[in-house]
């Protein structure tokens, strides 16, 4: 049995998001959670929220029990950016993306 919680469009980058995710692939929940409590990485804390409400969906929806669940598959994806400009000199702009992406974890027996 598969439970799956979904983040979308979150303020962080994919690339950084997926140093997160690739900790705590395949881990037992309660280890990925304490892998994610200690990273010092800001996107640890927003991979760590999802991985709680996969595991909440499990044990709500599901009846799974919470000793047994392992992450089974995380990834993140990019999502559309933010445009944003910086002024510069002789009245031009520079152009400024800043990046969101989608998580998507999935744990089960």
Do not use: W
Request: net charge positive; proline share 2%; aromatic share 2%.
């Amino acid at each position: 049995m598969e439970t799956q919680a979904v983040l979308k469009g979150v303020r962080l980058s994919a690339q950084k998001g997926r140093l997160a995710a690739d900790l705590v692939r395949g881990q037992p929940v309660e280890r990925a959670l304490n892998i994610l409590s200690f990273s010092p990485k800001k996107s640890s804390a927003i991979v760590k929220k999802v991985l709680e409400s996969a595991i909440a969906n499990a044990e709500h929806n599901d009846g799974a029990d919470i000793d047994e669940l392992k992450v089974k598959r995380i990834h993140v994806e990019k999502a559309g950016s933010l445009r944003r400009f910086r002024a510069r000199a002789k009245g031009r702009g520079a152009k400024i993306e800043k990046q969101t992406c989608h998580i998507y974890v999935t744990v089960g027996n």
